[in-house]
């Protein structure tokens, strides 16, 4: 569950400081630690954290250049640079506290806040992560339960679901399993719309789209587009199927909905490679060389292989549109309560 209070952008108090980003929330001295060698990433950290915080910025930066290459090839386009301040989020410094920003593009939505996790690089990286994603959306999906979701699913993509504690899936079943399917939920911070999202996501995947296909599809869609038309989109079917189609399927779950992947051990409806163009098989490549550059494991590739070949006879979107001005205010990923 996101908590999504509005907090406005507080200047840095002095010149000494003058370069340094407006963070979101944080007031603290910004200690500058250094800049990702593709020169899109500037990392700084509390320096009151110590050693500890110190060793998540370092691992950040080591990291930046896999995670914002990952988040461009997940929405298949090339997103701007950012800053990061690493700080005890709400007093935590296992990652509990998430991670906030200003607003979902690179203009006003790129001075990043991201929790320390002492030990646990790998839940920095899926916190910005999380932040990043919302900013390669343009301005769409800003505030709603379905953005919400894709910046979730984006993190869990880059981190081998680092965030597994932020689940929100199990929210959704606790409340009655509510149609978030074909209406939009106008706010980021229900857990049970944003967990509705999440496994109506993993279901598209077991249907075999990739992801690299679902967050630009849902990115051009904008603010009005429900699942319900993504699923259209996507499938070429009625959108008005969508609802019962899923929940047929998560009646054929073996197990209960426990996290927010639970069609993630079911096998993609794969596509033949039959009259695939060279387009497209040079697609395939690509996504093989960026799965091993990223290091995913096999069964991430096959998922993704799988949605790249039934995307194949699946119309492209067009290109989005330019979006709306982002609204300044916090877009704040917490866990669930």
């Known amino acids: 569950m996101t908590k999504h209070a509005i907090r406005h952008f507080r200047l840095q108090p002095s010149s000494a400081n ?46 930046a250049d896999r995670v914002i290459d990952a988040n461009d090839a997940i929405f298949g386009t090339t997103g701007g640079p950012t800053s990061v301040i690493i700080f005890a989020l709400d007093g935590h410094k296992d990652g509990s506290g998430g991670a906030d920003h200003g ?6 939505g790129a001075a990043i806040e991201v929790c320390a996790a002492f030990g646990e690089p790998q839940r920095v990286s899926a916190l910005f992560e999380a932040e990043l994603s919302e900013c390669s959306m343009g ?30 899936g199990p929210a959704w079943v606790a409340g009655g399993q509510k149609n978030f399917v074909d209406q939009i939920d106008p ?52 959108a008005s199927s969508a609802w019962a189609d899923f929940m047929a399927a998560v009646g054929a779950l073996s197990a209960p909905i426990s996290d927010d ?25 690509s996504i ?20 790249a070949m039934a995307m194949a006879k699946v119309a492209s979107p067009k290109r989005r549109a330019p979006a709306k001005a982002c609204t300044l205010g916090s877009h704040r990923l917490g866990r669930a309560a």
């Open 139 to 168: 301005g769409n999906l800003c505030g709603l339960n379905t953005g919400e979701a894709l910046s979730r699913w984006c993190a869990m993509e880059i981190s081998d679901n680092a965030l597994s504690d932020f689940a929100t």
């Open 18 to 63: 003058a370069g340094i980003p407006q963070w979101p929330s944080y007031t603290g001295e910004s200690k500058l630690v250094g800049q990702s060698s593709n020169g899109r990433l500037t990392v700084y950290v509390d320096p009151t954290l110590g050693p500890q915080g110190l060793a998540n910025a370092n691992s950040l930066l080591k990291d």
């Open 187 to 238: 706010t980021d911070q229900n857990p049970e719309s944003t967990g509705c999202g999440m496994v109506f996501i993993s279901w598209l995947q077991s249907l075999g789209f990739a992801l690299n296909q679902i967050a630009p599809a849902m990115a051009d869609l904008g603010d009005g587009g429900t699942f319900a038309t993504l699923y259209n989109h996507l499938t070429q079917k009625d």
């Open 288 to 307: 093989v060389m960026d799965s091993l550059a990223a290091g995913h494991s096999a069964e991430r590739l096959a998922d993704r292989l799988a949605g």
């Open 103 to 108: 607003g979902c593009d690179y203009n006003v």
């Open 261 to 285: 992947d639970p069609f993630a051990g079911v096998t993609p409806q794969v596509a033949s490679l039959q009259g695939v163009s060279r387009e497209s098989a040079e697609r395939l490549l």
